[in-house]
């Protein structure tokens, strides 16, 4: 083996995982498997798609070899790169299309921009990370992806559950030791132990309480991992359901590649020696009862004048049904209220723009909103000039002054202002695409 696995950690799947401690020993230098995750809001070109192998337990899930980080579908947030077991998650949720969601440990997103994907504007996606810097990686994900029926918070959980509604299903994507990823991070191995393992089931258990109170009865709760340990996974599960006669093992049928045999039913493993993609684990929990959710009044404000201008000038359409919120200059539609302050909430609802002095600045947020009204410029995804936007480049267009979503198949990549037939590109610098 030219990585070198923890001898600890061998030892224990030896007999735990006879299967995948053979697999490793045969194949532990094959390169991780790659996904692509199209985004239901924003359909891909079929012919995109014919050449992708489809991942069996995911719908909208595709293998893919190429690197397609700097694809103009992925700036334009109609796919999503996510490892391949990841993706079965949320299939196992079953999310509808009105459901209240909570993903706790949400980012970078994968989990969250998924359950997005499936969610309608009369659902509501609450996502969190404790960590400041990841989550506002996480609020970018969602905005490319075109999602803005939720918000983003960060900080300890535990302060804001005061301030959450009740929710039809959560997820609880919980850190942990990682064992599931040594094939694709070194780093993980690199920082295991068995004292790790022990650490992370600590603070799975300290997570799973904060949030059970938060969902409502009959609703499910679905947790999952990226590490093989019992502790981490089916223990922690069964020493839960001990803890609370009001929660059960929520029925799900999986696919044949799922192993349910090392977890006696509680939940299900993904073994990287028994199928095409890392190791996970999960398995939903359900609430007792049925679950009625609270009716929620929204608050609806005017419209600023100088958006209603902006609105009025490029015929921008902004759905009914909300309220605007104005951050010193930055300006916010939301379609439900909550009352939490600027240091735990990055991302209240769709960041509209900025209002200046000199009149309003659409944000690339708006650029990529799902199902709104926007003025744009249509382009095929293989026109030169795309690849020059991206890059940050200024070039001639044929449209009257004014403000343009440049497009792509329909799709929003970002801003272009048009000025004397000069479009000056407003894509974000650290988006652009510095090399072929």
């Known amino acids: ?16 995982l006879p299967s995948l401690y053979e697999h490793y020993l045969q194949r532990s230098d094959r390169p991780p498997w790659k996904g692509l995750r199209t985004n239901p809001q924003k359909p891909l070109p079929p012919s995109f798609l014919t050449s992708l ?37 949320v299939e196992t949720m079953h999310i509808q299309p009105e459901d209240w969601v909570l993903d706790v440990a949400a980012a970078p997103g994968g989990k969250s921009t998924h359950i997005a994907g499936y969610l309608s504007s009369h659902g509501f996606l609450w996502s969190h990370d404790k960590d400041r810097q990841r989550a506002t990686q996480l609020m970018f994900n969602l905005e490319r992806m075109g999602f803005y029926h939720g918000l983003v918070t960060t900080g300890d959980i535990d302060a804001l559950i005061g301030s959450m509604p009740s929710f039809h299903k959560i997820l609880l994507d919980a850190p942990c030791s990682g064992e599931g990823m040594f094939l694709k991070e070194e780093k993980a191995m ?5 004292e790790l393992v ?20 009959g609703g499910e709760l679905t947790y999952s991992t990226c590490t093989f340990s019992r502790e981490e996974n089916e223990l922690q599960i069964l020493d839960f359901l001990k803890r609370h006669h009001d929660f059960e093992l929520a029925p799900r049928t999986y696919p044949d590649a799922f192993d349910t045999t090392s977890t006696q039913g509680v939940g299900a493993r993904l073994l990287p020696s028994e199928l095409e993609g890392e190791g996970h684990y999960v398995v939903t929990l359900r609430k007792k009862g049925t679950a009625i959710l609270p009716v929620r009044k929204i ?8 958006f209603q201008q902006f609105m009025k000038t490029h015929r ?20 439900h209220t909550f009352n939490l302050s600027p240091r735990q909430c ?6 509209v723009g900025n209002i200046k002095e000199y009149g309003f600045i659409p944000s690339h947020a708006l650029s990529h909103a799902n199902h709104l009204e926007l003025p744009r410029v249509e382009l095929s995804w293989d026109d030169p000039r795309v690849k020059r936007y991206l890059k940050g480049e200024t070039f001639s267009f044929d449209q009257k002054d004014g403000w343009y979503v440049f497009s792509v198949e329909g799709q929003g990549l970002g801003w272009i202002k048009m000025v004397k037939g000069l479009a000056k590109n407003h894509f974000p610098k650290g988006l652009r695409i510095l090399h072929d």
């Open 1 to 16: 083996m030219n990585k070198r696995l923890p001898p600890l950690f061998l030892q224990r799947i030896r007999h735990e």
């Open 53 to 89: 192998k489809p991942i069996p337990w995911s719908p909208v899930g595709f293998y893919v070899e190429e690197k397609l980080g700097h694809h103009p579908f992925h700036h334009a947030g109609m796919f999503y790169l996510q490892e391949p077991s990841a993706m079965a998650v």
């Open 190 to 194: 690199d920082q295991w132990s068995p």
């Open 198 to 217: 022990l650490a992370c089931a600590r603070v799975q258990k300290e997570l799973l309480e904060n949030v059970a109170p938060l969902l409502l009865e």
């Open 299 to 306: 608050a609806h404000s005017s419209i600023p004048p100088t």
């Open 316 to 335: 921008v359409g902004i759905p009914e049904g909300g309220h605007y919120i104005q951050l010193q200059e930055r300006l916010y539609w939301a379609h």
């Open 346 to 351: 990055l991302n209240p609802g769709l960041y």
